[in-house]
């Protein structure tokens, strides 16, 4: 009896263990069998700790020169809870990109989701991504034909430069924030530097970025905590100035401007709405501002690069009148101010990754990923690699003589990302940039207070905030 019991048992369960074994891990062992080579390392936590180790943005970093020297290019790995590839390859990394919503879909972490909110554009896919798309598309050649655009960011690169007049010393990445900061809010929601709200959502975004980048714990206190508050009350200050708009019957003056679109969109539930808003401020001055920072540090280390782009801007300004705005025409001589900012974007990989997942089984070239996995498609490792860029950690501008500036299909250079998820924002950061330069080198000489280095946390940050010493130009 009891050895009947026993044999029943027996029997159950080598059916359980071969169900497993057929039902679960053949399935996978077959789909690891042919995934890149790599490793999981620890359980649950995996590799990430050595994934987001902190090293200077214009290098690789310990853990991927590691282990594409180990594996490949294509290596796999366990990171943010789960399998993932990691892509160094150029051609994987444009595969990944083209095929977002059929082989592959955008997945940021869900505390990126917590602060961000579910309408964010980073957040949203499919049906609900392409409308909200559309939008900001529409808004960016509103915005680039509105003419005064141009002239409301100049407007701003005098105020900052002018505020500079008495200091020595800058804090130059803190400037830089609260000038693109100062141009974006203008653009969006049309409020100036002197507009009370500014300072508010100034603040308030300084708080939703700190938490944006912190260990997610939602404790009351933690910075995480207080950036899921901070992103409140800007959505509130946001709907405040709305409702003021509308309320004063500034609508129906047709005034064409970002709010007006955006508010006249009956494809936008109010709540998609504010988080538009809000994704555009976000992506309007962090990553702009941090690629002026760039910019100004490559600068000071290259004085042929400088002396080139001053000669250039001169010569912009020598065909202008006195204290005249410049225009698209203008932006379009400035040919070596490009070369300046891809190879700025090239060197200091604002962006070094962006997050998918596999939505199918894919099978590229040799590799194989499995449906579900988590795929980082790795930039900053594309732009750094020498044998698709000759002396690649040397910043070099010349390098981009004669290169497409507005293609959007190159595949060893895709700092503002690609395919359907491109930056729509690419153009209103580079033109912005080209002529805070210009305004810049007219007025000022720089030199960096000490050593100062752009880490990769992976966000990218400078340890000292850049401090620079400024000498007038008379
Ligand atoms: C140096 C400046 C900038 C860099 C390096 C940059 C980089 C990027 C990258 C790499 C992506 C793709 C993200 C992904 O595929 O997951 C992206 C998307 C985006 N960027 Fe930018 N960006 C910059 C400036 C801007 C500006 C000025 C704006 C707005 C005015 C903006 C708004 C956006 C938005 C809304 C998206 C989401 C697009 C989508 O999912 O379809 N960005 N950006």
Known sequence: ????????????????????????????????????????????????????????????????????????????????????????????????????????????????????????????????????????????????????????????????LDSWQDNQQIIFCEEARKFAFHVIVKQVLGLTPDDPQTAKILEDFLTFMKGLISIPLYIPGTAYARAVKARTRIASTVKTIVDERIGNGELSNKKGDFLEI????????????????????????????????????????????????????????????????????????????????????????????VHRKAIKDVRFKEYSIPSGWKVLPVFSAVHLDPSLHGN?????????????????????????????RFCPGSELAKVEIAFFLHHLVLRYRWRPEGVDQAMAYPYVEFQRGLPLRLYKIS
């Not at 026993?6 to 071969?18: C, H, K, W």
């Not at 690649?392 to 359907?420: M, V």
């Open 1 to 160: 009896m009891v050895g009947g019991v026993y044999s029943v048992i027996i029997v159950g369960l080598t059916g359980l263990v071969l169900g497993l074994i057929f039902n679960h891990f053949l399935p996978l062992l077959l789909k690891l069998g042919v995934a890149p080579k790599g490793t999981f390392g620890w359980p649950l936590l995996g590799e990430t700790l050595s994934f987001l180790k902190p090293h200077s943005s214009n290098s690789l970093g310990s853990f991927l020169q590691d282990h594409c020297s180990r594996y490949g290019k294509v290596f796999k790995s366990h990171l943010f809870f789960s399998p993932t590839i990691v892509s160094c390859d150029q051609e994987l990394n444009y595969f990944i990109l083209q095929n977002e919503d059929k082989l592959f879909q955008c997945s940021y972490p869900k505390p990126v989701q917590g602060v961000l909110g579910g309408s964010s554009m980073l957040v949203v896919v499919g049906d609900t991504h392409r409308r909200l798309r559309n939008l900001a598309l529409s808004l960016v050649s509103t915005t680039k034909s509105n003419p005064n655009y141009l002239n409301d960011i100049e407007r701003t690169i005098t105020r900052t």
């Open 262 to 353: 955006l508010l006249s969109a009956n494809t936008l539930s109010d709540n998609e709405k504010r988080s538009f808003v809000l994704d555009s401020l976000l992506g309007g001055y962090e990553t702009t501002s941090l690629l002026m920072a760039m910019a100004v540090q490559f600068l000071g280390q290259s004085s042929a690069a400088m002396a080139q782009l001053k000669t250039e801007h001169e010569n912009i300004r020598r065909d202008k009148g006195e204290g005249e705005y410049l225009n698209w025409e203008d932006y379009k001589k400035m040919e070596f101010t490009q070369n300046v900012i891809n190879e700025a974007l090239r060197c200091g990989n604002v962006v070094k990754f």
């Open 392 to 420: 690649a950690l040397q910043f070099h501008p010349w390098r981009w003589e004669g290169f497409q500036t507005h293609s959007q299909t190159s595949k060893k250079f895709t700092p503002f990302g690609g395919g359907p």
